[in-house]
C-alpha cells in the first residue's frame, strides 16, 4: 500500500510514497487523477513500473473527491404536502462524480417555520430526479418562529457524472403550514466520498 503525494491530473505520472519508505515514487493510476492523501493499492511490477490498482476504503475517515455547494436566502413559500415538494425557488445544485462505487455525502442546513404549533417538517436532497434522501426532521413548537435544523448523511449512488440535487420538504405529522420567507437560508453541500 502507498500514500499519493501530490494531486497531480496525469494519472500516468502519480508521485506516491510506499508504506515504511521514505522516497517518492512514480505509479501509473489506473483508477485516475486522485487528490493527496488519498490510501491507495499498488502493484509492482519490476523494474519497469507501479501501478496503482484501487483505493484503500475506511469508512471512519472518508476519501473526498469532488465537492460542490449551495448556499442562500430561500426564496418566500409554503407547503402542507405529506410528500416531498421541491423548497420554494427550487434550490439546486449538480455534482460531477467522477468514480462509479464512491458514494455521496450531503449536509444540509436549513430554516423555516410553521403558522401552527407541534407540526413537523421533514427535509430531504432529491439525488438524480429519482431518490429522495432523508436529511433531517423537527417538530416545531413555536408558531410562527423560525427554526434551523441540519442532517449529514452519506448515500450510495453507483453512477458517474453529472448528478442533480434539489432541495425538498414535506410535512409528515400536524396541521400547520410550513414557511418560508426572505429571512430563511439554505446550504448544502454535496461531496463524493470512498
Known sequence: MATVVNAITDPANTIILFDGDSINTTAVSMVGALPPDT????????????????????????????????????????????????????????????????????????????????????YAININGSTDGDMCQIVINPANTHTQVSGTVIFPFTASGSVPLVA???????????????????????????
Open 39 to 122: 490510501r491507495v493499492y499498488v502493484d509492482m511490477v519490476p523494474p519497469a513500473a507501479n501501478f496503482i490498482t484501487g483505493l484503500v476504503a475506511d469508512n471512519l475517515n472518508p476519501i473526498f473527491f469532488g465537492a460542490i455547494s449551495y448556499n442562500a436566502a430561500l426564496a418566500a413559500g409554503t407547503t402542507t404536502s405529506a410528500t416531498y415538494v421541491n423548497l420554494p425557488g427550487n434550490p439546486s445544485m449538480t455534482l460531477t462524480k467522477t468514480y462509479l462505487q464512491t458514494r455521496i455525502r450531503l449536509d444540509l442546513h436549513v430554516t423555516s417555520f410553521s403558522t401552527l404549533t407541534n407540526t413537523s417538517v421533514r
Open 168 to 194: 425538498r420538504w414535506r410535512r409528515p405529522a400536524g396541521g400547520g403550514t410550513l414557511t418560508t420567507d426572505t429571512n430563511d437560508w439554505l446550504s448544502m453541500t454535496a461531496q463524493e466520498v470512498e
